[in-house]
C-alpha cells in the first residue's frame, strides 16, 4: 500500500534537535516531495543528511494547491510512490496547505503516516499554563482594525465562557500592530502569553495579564511569535 509520510520541520532555521532521528529514515524512503517552498524544503534535507542527493526525488510545490497539483499527486498514489509531505515550518497538515493532499490520500486508502515533530501551537500551550483540555487554533486574525477587534472580543468572551484557550498568530513584520491591538482591547485581567522564536535560540514564552503585559511592551517586529489568549471567567 502506498506510504505518505508527514514530515515535520524546523521551528527555527538551524534548530534541528527538535527533529527525532526516525525522520532522516522516512525521508530516505520517499521518491516525491510535496513541499510549499522548494529551496527551503532542499535546504532543510540536506541539514539533516549531506548524504542526500536532491535531485533524485520529484518536487512539486504545494504553495497554491490546484489541478494539476492534485493530478500529479492522484497520480504518484497509484504509482505506488513513496511521498512525503512538508510544511514550510512545524508540522505538515496543522495550519497548512498540506491537509488538502493528505485528504486526497485518505480518500485513495494509502497508509498515512504522521511524524513526530515541533508544533508551535502545541509548545505554547504547553508552555503557557493556560488550559490544554480545552483550545481552539484560530489561525490569523483580520487585517482591518474593528473587524480584528471585533474578532478579539469574541475569542475573549468565548474564554470566559468555555475556559478554553484561544489560540493564534499574524505575519512577523505585524506582531506589533497585533499586539498593541491585544493590549488595547481585552480586559485588564484577560490573560495573554507571548510565545516567541520557540525552539530556537532566543525562545522566550511568557504568560502575563493584560495589564502586567502594558507595563513591559516586548518588540516583536519581524520574530516568529504564537499568541495564546485565556479570559477570566464570569
Known amino acids: ?28 524512503t520517499c521518491t516525491a ?31 497554491k494547491i490546484e489541478g494539476a497539483v492534485i493530478a500529479s499527486f492522484d497520480k504518484d498514489l497509484k504509482e505506488g510512490k513513496v511521498i512525503g509531505i512538508l510544511s514550510e515550518a512545524g508540522c505538515p497538515g496543522v495550519a497548512d496547505p498540506g491537509q488538502l493532499l493528505i485528504a486526497q490520500a485518505q480518500k485513495a486508502g494509502a497508509t498515512v503516516k504522521p511524524l513526530v515533530g515541533p508544533s508551535s501551537i502545541l509548545l505554547g500551550l504547553m508552555a503557557s499554563g493556560m488550559n490544554g483540555q480545552l483550545f481552539r487554533f484560530n489561525g490569523y486574525l483580520p487585517i482591518d482594525l474593528p473587524l480584528r477587534q471585533k474578532a478579539i472580543r469574541t475569542l475573549e468572551s468565548e474564554s470566559q465562557k468555555t475556559g478554553s484557550t484561544e489560540i493564534f498568530i499574524e505575519t512577523p513584520y505585524r506582531n506589533n500592530q497585533l499586539l498593541e ?25 511568557r504568560t502575563l495579564t493584560i495589564k502586567e503585559w502594558k507595563a513591559r511592551v ?12 485565556s479570559a477570566t471567567p464570569h
Open 1 to 28: 500500500m502506498t506510504q505518505v509520510y508527514l514530515i515535520p520541520t524546523v521551528l527555527a532555521e538551524d534548530a534541528l534537535s527538535p527533529i527525532p532521528a526516525y525522520v532522516l529514515d522516512a525521508v530516505k
Open 218 to 229: 516586548p518588540d516583536l517586529h519581524k520574530k516568529p511569535v504564537i499568541f495564546l489568549l
Open 33 to 63: 516531495f510535496y513541499i510549499e517552498n522548494e529551496r527551503t524544503a532542499r535546504r532543510y534535507l540536506k541539514k539533516l543528511s549531506r548524504d542526500i542527493v536532491i535531485d533524485d526525488y520529484k518536487w512539486v510545490s504545494i504553495a
Open 181 to 205: 491591538t491585544l493590549l488595547k482591547t481585552c480586559q485588564a485581567q484577560t490573560r495573554l502569553c507571548v510565545g516567541v522564536d520557540i525552539t530556537g535560540p532566543d525562545e522566550n514564552i
